[in-house]
């Protein structure tokens, strides 16, 4: 593994070490199943299918926004990517290494690369240290600078996140909830990684701060080339972030395209549902959402067999509760010969005219 | 009398004594709503919204809050000097509230059944035998599922949507003129949410009973609200028919916000961010308090602006906010 250029103090796009074409990241068939203990022994009673079976890749400087509801296990897939939780099968390469297979000083030497941003900007910070600290700790720990060099490597981190370099004497505490966020970017950023998995990173921010983080990780990835996994519930954000879209519910991605025509046409009825069901900022396009028929989601220890969704879905109903549904789990594969939209539903391509109502123009 | 509104809110200003000094969380809000209407308030943390509906039903602690000034008239009958055991039987019978996370607002030691009972018992003169009737129709109602085993319950046993439901049925069953819903859908998954403020629209209609919903999104006051408050800073700062709201938001700060809107119906570059932070409540800004945010501050804003009538039914606290109204916003002109 080739050792990090030398760093200059000016912003420079960096160039990366790689090893060659090919995407940068790639999953292949992630499983993550957690188990129920349960009973005097501990003993295994159930398994919590959280991660079932994903598969994506990832290029550079690209963005891949991975959404769904609760439960559907979109935050564990950004964990077990970066090997914080242990997978229980499947495999992940980045830049063409196994890092499940990596002897420890490769993985930490490959972490470097790969990092994360949190939901809870306040409880990512440990509040028991400076700002400067935190931003700092990533090249503390890796060695990669010192007293005076480091000092300065943080100043230019918060500069480039929008904050002011005098905020690196003070505490978390002391600042907004979208200033806490731009901390954890600063501190995502350090090591000048090549992939960052934003988990939820607006979520717990107000409306008008919302923006500004957005803006931020757009500038920064056109600045340096960063690649995000942009994991998130609020589908308004994911769209002016992502260059793809993969849609999730319980376990499995059911919907994955290029983002204007998974929001134009979206082909999976949990898709169209949940694109329907968000509320738009204009009075005069108040319409009936398309509603899943069943209120609540199913949890992922209880997986409905065949289409996990078919309980809930409205086309099922429509159609006249085929057997299919019940029996046979849809494979994802593109649906009207477009290789780019992939859809995991056995009535894909009968969906839209069944379902026309529901699409955002 | 007809048209008196039930709810008037008179220039509250609900104040909390903290270590940093007097936080003027409501400063002077005045908001009225009308028999079976909705309206929604808007705006986001520290504007004073959620403090302002905890205030009609006086569920503010004091201290460290008071009352500071104002009139909270409930059908003509100010609510303020009023005693915690004459607030009780107006809580729940005639003004319901229900809250952001339902987790914490069902006691988690008593099943959904028996926190229901307690609302018909405290409020409504039903014989004992009619209780369990009454509480599975406003189960039925909700649309909550299987409504007989819901009632013998806990309330870790149930989802979020379902915790919801529970607790709208107990808001519902007393009969309220008046709810007040503190982002009722705020910590729900996006479908689940559109359920529940269908559910919402739908008791409203039955029952004639006006909505103040408190939220920050703006696409749930689009789908509920007739008439809209936009609050910054413990004030309100524009006032409007949700119509007239949306297609000519007159005040910078609510241009702001549908400018800085990720939208899933369009695509954008780039997101027109409201640039700078929230003032805090114990350090307002003098004279208007946008004016360290605003694009378009000038000399005159250190004078702050009252809330004028900028159109028939809309009024705005800004200098320039009549010669806004006819100015499209960013996202408009893009249509």
């Not at chain 1, 002391?174 to 966020?181: I, T, V």
């Not at chain 2, 905890?54 to 602690?61: A, F, G, I």
């Not at chain 2, 009352?67 to 000097?81: D, S, V």
């Not at chain 2, 570059?269 to 000038?298: Q, Y």
Request: glycine share 8%; proline share 8%.
């Amino acid at each position: 593994m080739p050792a990090s250029p030398p760093v200059t103090t000016q912003p420079t796009t960096i160039a990366k070490p790689s090893s060659g074409q090919g995407p940068l990241v790639e999953v292949r068939d992630l499983v993550k199943h957690f188990p129920v203990r349960g009973g005097v022994f501990s003993r295994v009673r159930e398994w919590v299918k959280a991660v079932d079976g994903v598969s994506f890749t990832l290029d550079r400087a690209r963005t891949l926004g991975l959404v769904g509801e609760s439960g559907c296990g979109k935050t564990t897939v950004g964990r077990v990517m970066l090997a914080l939780v242990p997978r229980t099968s499947g495999e992940v390469i980045f830049d063409g290494q196994d890092i499940f297979h990596l002897p420890r000083p490769e993985l930490r030497e490959l972490r470097r690369r790969m990092q994360i941003i949190f939901q809870d900007p306040y409880g990512s910070l440990n509040p028991r240290m400076t700002v400067g600290a935190i931003v700092g700790e990533p090249l503390w720990i890796h060695r990669v600078a010192r007293g005076q060099e480091l000092e300065t490597r943080v100043a230019e981190l918060l500069r480039r996140v929008g904050l002011r370099p005098d905020a690196m004497g003070r505490y978390p505490h002391e600042f907004s909830g979208g200033q806490r966020q731009r901390i954890g970017i600063a501190r995502a950023l350090a090591l000048e990684p090549d992939f960052i998995v934003c988990d939820e990173p607006t979520s717990a921010l107000d409306v008008s701060i919302r923006a500004q983080v957005v803006n931020l990780l757009r500038r920064l990835q056109a600045e340096f080339g960063l690649s995000y996994l942009m994991i998130s519930h609020d589908l308004g954000v994911v769209r002016h972030i992502s260059h793809e879209v993969a849609v999730m519910y319980l376990g499995k991605i059911v919907e994955q395209a290029p983002t204007e025509k998974l929001y134009r046409a979206p082909r999976h009825p949990y898709t169209r549902v949940l694109l329907s069901a968000i509320p738009i900022p204009d009075p005069k396009r108040r319409r009936p959402a398309l509603v899943a028929r069943d209120d609540d989601v199913p949890s992922p220890i209880n997986v409905p067999r065949g289409c996990s969704f078919h309980p809930r879905c409205p086309l099922y109903e429509l159609k006249g509760n085929p057997a299919q549904c019940r029996e046979q789990t849809p494979p994802l594969i593109p649906v009207g010969g477009d290789t780019e939209h992939r859809v995991a539903c056995h009535f894909a391509e009968e969906s839209e005219a069944m379902l026309a109502k529901s699409a955002i123009q | 009398m007809p048209d008196a509104p039930l709810l008037e809110i008179r220039d509250l200003k609900t104040y909390f004594r903290t270590e940093q000094g007097l936080a003027r969380a409501v400063d002077g809000v005045s908001i009225s709503v009308s028999r079976g209407k909705t309206v929604a308030v808007v705006g986001e943390s520290g504007c004073g919204k959620t403090v302002t509906a905890l205030s009609v039903l006086k569920l503010v602690p004091t201290p460290p809050g008071e009352f500071a000034g104002g009139q909270i008239l409930f059908e003509g009958r100010n609510l303020l000097p009023l005693s915690q055991r004459e607030m009780q039987s107006i809580r729940g019978g005639e003004i319901a509230m229900i809250f952001q996370e339902p987790a914490t607002s069902l006691n988690p030691v008593f099943t959904i059944g028996a926190q229901i009972a307690e609302a018909i018992r405290l409020h409504r003169k039903l014989p004992e035998r009619e209780i369990r009737g009454e509480m599975l129709r406003v189960l039925t109602e909700v649309r909550m599922s299987e409504p007989e085993r819901r009632l013998d319950q806990y309330p870790h046993e149930l989802s979020g949507g379902m915790k919801q439901r529970a607790m709208i049925a107990m808001a519902l069953v007393c009969e309220p003129k008046l709810l007040i819903a503190d982002e009722p859908t705020t910590a729900l998954d996006v479908t689940i949410q559109a359920r529940i403020l269908e559910l919402l629209r739908k008791s409203q209609s039955q029952h004639g009973m006006a909505l103040l919903l408190i939220t920050h999104d703006l696409g749930v006051v689009a789908e509920m609200a007739d008439e809209v408050v936009v609050m910054y800073a413990g004030r309100v700062i524009e006032r409007a028919p949700v119509d007239e709201l949306f297609s000519r938001p007159a005040h910078p700060y609510t241009r702001g916000l549908f400018e800085s809107l990720p939208r899933i119906d369009r695509h954008d570059d780039e997101l027109r961010a409201i640039e700078g932070n929230v003032p805090s409540p114990t350090n307002f800004p003098s004279g208007c308090r946008f004016r360290d945010r605003c694009p378009l501050a000038f000399e005159k804003c250190t004078d702050e602006p009252s809330l004028n009538e900028v159109a028939p039914g809309h009024h705005a606290a800004c200098w320039v906010a009549e010669s806004l109204l006819t100015t499209p916003t960013r996202d408009r002109v893009q249509q």
